[in-house]
C-alpha cells in the first residue's frame, strides 16, 4: 500500500488542517513511484483529480514529472481558503484515508503539505 511521509517533521499535514489559514492555500504533494507503475499512478490521480476539480474553493492544480528518467512528481493545487480545502477532503476522500491510497500503486511514496504565498518585496507578491 502507498506510504505518507510528512514532507515537514515538524508538523503533520493534520496538524497544519487544524489552523485557520486566511486567503488562498496551496497543497504541494510530492509523489515518489517505481518505474513500473507510472502509469496506474497517473491513472489514480487522474481520478482523484477530477473529483477534486468539482469541489468549491478549488482554483487550480498541476501535476509536474521530474524530466528525465525521474518518476518524482509533484502536485501544485490552489484552494480558497483552507476550509475549502478540508471541506474537500471530506467529501472526496471522506474519514478512510488509507483506504482511498489502496488504489495507488504499492511503490507510492506521499508526502503532501499545506503552504501560504509569502511576500519578498521586489520579487513576490502576498
Not at 528525465?68 to 480545502?85: H, I, Q, R
Request: charged share 25%; glycine share 4%; with cysteine.
Amino acid at each position: 500500500m502507498a506510504k505518507l511521509i510528512e514532507m515537514d517533521e515538524n508538523v503533520t499535514l493534520i496538524d497544519q488542517m487544524e489552523n485557520q489559514a486566511a486567503g488562498p492555500v496551496v497543497l504541494i504533494n510530492k509523489f515518489n513511484v517505481d518505474s513500473d507503475e507510472v502509469e496506474q499512478f497517473l491513472k489514480a490521480w487522474k481520478e482523484d483529480a477530477i473529483k477534486f476539480k468539482d469541489q468549491s474553493g478549488f482554483i487550480s492544480a498541476q501535476l509536474h514529472k521530474g524530466i528525465g528518467k525521474s518518476t518524482v512528481f509533484v502536485n501544485y493545487a490552489v484552494w480558497e481558503s483552507l476550509e475549502d480545502f478540508k471541506n474537500a477532503l471530506d467529501n472526496v476522500i471522506g474519514p478512510d484515508f488509507q483506504s482511498q491510497l489502496s488504489k495507488y500503486p504499492k511503490s507510492l511514496v506521499v508526502s503532501p503539505h499545506l503552504f501560504k504565498k509569502v511576500a519578498v518585496r521586489g520579487i513576490c507578491l502576498d
